[in-house]
Nanobody
Framework: QVQLVESGGGLVQAGESLRLSCVAS????????MGWYRQVPGKQRELVAH???????NYADSVKGRFTISRDNAKNTVYLQMSSLKPEDTGVYYC???????????WGQGTQVTVSS
């Protein structure tokens, strides 16, 4: 069993910052890609950012320059530092991890981020 537990979501005002964390635990090994998705009601889940085992990163255009993804391989943890938050960043943020040789990722339960104007 592999568990992903996100934390750090909350309610903030526009322009403020939040840091999300996701810890992977259980029978997890050979972690490759780690990332964050977000979902707004009525819309498809979208990629926010991901980071490879080698540290290469990729960001959605909407968050470039404002969000930074990082990981701590020793702690099986991925972070998302979100700055200059906008109301349109509101949504449920999900952590994903590709590991254990699987072709499909593990998903966390999601953490709510709400940005008020």
């Amino acid at each position: 069993q592999v568990q992903l537990v996100e934390s750090g979501g909350g309610l903030v005002q526009a322009g403020e910052s939040l840091r999300l964390s996701c810890v992977a635990s259980g029978n997890i090994f050979s972690i490759r890609l780690m990332g964050w998705y977000r979902q707004v009601p009525g819309k498809q889940r979208e990629l926010v950012a991901h980071i490879s085992s080698g540290g290469s990163t990729n960001y959605a255009d909407s968050v470039k320059g404002r969000f930074t993804i990082s990981r701590d391989n020793a702690k099986n943890t991925v972070y998302l530092q979100m700055s200059s938050l906008k109301p349109e960043d509101t949504g449920v943020y999900y952590c994903t991890v590709y590991s254990n040789g699987r072709l499909t990722p593990y998903w966390g339960q999601g953490t709510q981020v709400t940005v008020s104007s």
